[in-house]
């Protein structure tokens, strides 16, 4: 009398299929794409067509860092709120990089401000 009900199982937790999908995809951090952005533009050289991305790999967003399989689908990528954002993003100042996380943390060159007196 009292206690669990006996036809209740423990569930596992159980792993979202979007954390896996999003784990597949290598996608770039942040500061890089900014750098790519901030490169001239003789340096952008069209890719070579490869099988294994979509579309040949002939579709690409570079603020997004995604391939299109078609032309249509990167138009319509491109009138997205989430890509608008990513490139408002993109425009404005550098995003965090590592040397600012370890700054951050303490890891890096310690500031003991100015010297008052020298001896």
């Known amino acids: 009398m009292g206690g669990k009900c006996p ?3 423990v569930k596992k937790r159980r792993f979202s299929h979007k954390t896996a999908r999003r784990d597949k995809f290598l996608v770039k951090g942040d500061d890089a794409i900014h750098a790519e952005l901030r490169k001239p533009d003789a340096d952008l050289k069209p890719s070579a067509p490869d099988e294994d991305l979509p579309g040949m790999g002939q579709f690409y967003c570079l603020h997004c860092d995604r391939y299109f399989s078609s032309v ?31 700054l951050a943390a303490g890891m890096g060159m310690p500031d003991n401000g100015p010297k008052l007196m020298s001896m």
């Open 72 to 102: 249509s689908v990167r138009d319509d990528h491109f009138k997205t709120k989430k890509h608008k954002r990513r490139v408002k993003q993109m425009t404005g100042p550098a995003p965090h990089c590592q040397l600012d996380a370890e």
């Open 7 to 9: 036809h209740r199982k």
